[in-house]
């Protein structure tokens, strides 16, 4: 093992495709288009349709930094380059930690799906979400060239079987299930869009290793432009679905996705959906962990994180400190979990939090990098305005990005107060 090592180029078209799709249409799909029907009703599809239209210019956004200029560092580094190092490594760190408990919430899902299927308890549950993490961690160590193809294996399978979904519960969609529309008012598509953007995160999260990529303009901006029109159209056409059907009514708003499935395939729909919703969250733990560690090398090797996150292996050249501490992270969150402290509806608002305000850095500092590209500017402009019209509904959920300020300036302190008498020592001596 050795600190900084250089990081392997090995991510080509393809593979930079899956990752996309593989970050962005991840454990949403499953969960979240019965939360929002429930929250909004029908009128959910207009948050849909509102998200939906974001989705381009959001990836857009991230894609064409991501091509100019390629970086572990993703978001933060493009941060960094338009406001400073100092907002850059705060930036970076809303994302870091939004993984420790985005993941662990990606896997209790999937997990959770499959032994609803198989009627088992949620000691079990706990224990699969587990052996996803440890599958997410451990594809990250080995690296990325081996990771893609069984990436892009993921991806194909979860699209042909949300597409066979969709198809089956198209017959049962009637138009009574769209009346009343609206039965919560204009407020609650608000909700529901602020719960949405669960769905639409990821975009951000491959810009952090957009350095292995082996020709990033190409990879970053077809590649992005590819899984946003493909991303788009899979989850509005699940949710239209959800809400045609009524699968989200009756307490079932977590597992909707299990009775549009069921439609085709009768009793084998909840067992095909348990596996499929494994493999989706498998799919975003992966593209996550590698994201989140990628920024934990890029962080320590700007003295903006500890040393030791910065470690690289030496036989896979892959950022090991980095997986060491979410391995740590995802540990905590899950005994957390399985002490009954806190819900999973509540878990996954708070990394939504951090999230979007990583996604407005990453759209401010497109503004002001991209000013020599009009149009460019203009989609970074469309996603920052859009982005911002959604935050205020996070709620009491803008609590955990206030810790992770305050812990952030509080460490910041620390290390310059240590700076200080080090070098005092070292004038006395």
């Not at 609803?116 to 594809?139: F, K, P, Q, S, Y």
């Not at 069984?150 to 138009?175: D, F, K």
């Not at 060491?324 to 540990?331: D, E, G, K, S, Y």
């Not at 969150?333 to 878990?347: D, E, I, K, N, Q």
Request: glycine share 10%; charged share 10%.
């Amino acid at each position: 093992m050795e600190n900084s090592s250089p990081l392997k180029k090995t991510i080509g078209l393809p593979q930079a495709i899956a990752l996309y799709i593989g970050a962005v249409l991840g454990s949403g799909v499953l969960i979240v288009p019965g939360l929002a029907a429930e929250i909004a009703g029908p009128a959910s599809l207009l948050a849909w349709g509102f998200m939906t239209l974001l989705i381009l210019p959001l990836a857009l956004s991230m894609g064409l930094l991501s091509a100019r200029f390629p970086n572990a560092g993703g978001v933060s580094h493009f941060v960094t380059m338009a406001f400073g190092p100092r907002t850059g490594a705060l930036i970076g760190w809303f994302f870091l930690m939004s993984v420790p408990i985005g993941a662990p919430v990606a896997a209790l899902t999937g997990a959770g799906y499959l032994t609803a299927a198989l009627g088992w308890g949620e000691g079990i549950r706990i224990l699969i979400a587990a052996i996803m993490l440890v599958a997410g961690l451990a594809a990250n160590i080995v690296g990325m060239k081996v990771v893609g193809p069984v990436q892009i294996a993921v991806v194909l399978a979860i699209v042909a079987v949300l597409v066979m979904a969709v198809a089956g519960a198209a017959p049962h969609i009637e138009t009574t299930h769209f009346t009343p529309f609206m039965p919560h008012g204009w407020i609650s598509v608000g909700r529901a869009a602020a719960i949405l953007f669960w769905c639409f995160i990821g975009w951000e999260a491959v810009s952090h290793m957009s350095e292995e990529f082996t020709d990033p303009k190409r990879a970053a901006v077809k590649g992005v432009t590819i899984a946003a029109v493909l991303v788009g159209v899979l989850y509005f056409l699940t949710a239209l679905a959800t809400v045609g059907t009524h699968s989200y009514e009756d307490g079932g708003a977590d597992t909707s996705l299990v009775r549009v499935i069921s439609m085709l395939l009768g009793h084998w729909g909840g067992l095909v959906t348990g596996f499929t919703g494994v493999f989706i969250c498998t799919a975003t733990i992966i593209a996550y962990t590698g994201a989140s560690s990628r920024l934990a090398y890029a962080l320590s090797r700007d003295n903006h994180a500890p040393r030791w996150m910065g470690t690289v292996s030496r036989r896979y050249h892959t950022p090991i400190g980095g997986i060491a501490f979410l391995t740590l992270c995802f540990i905590a969150v899950l005994v957390f979990y399985g002490t009954g402290a806190v819900s999973l509806s509540s878990l996954i608002q708070l990394p939504n939090a951090t999230f979007i305000l990583t996604y407005l850095g990453g759209c401010a500092a497109g503004i002001r990098l991209l000013k020599d590209q009009r149009w460019a500017r203009r989609i970074c402009w469309i996603s920052f305005l859009t982005t911002a019209l959604v935050f205020p509904f996070v709620g009491w959920a803008v609590l955990y990005p206030v810790v992770v300020i305050a812990v952030f300036f509080i460490h910041g302190k620390l290390r310059q107060t240590t700076r200080l008498k080090k070098q005092q020592n070292l004038e006395q001596v």
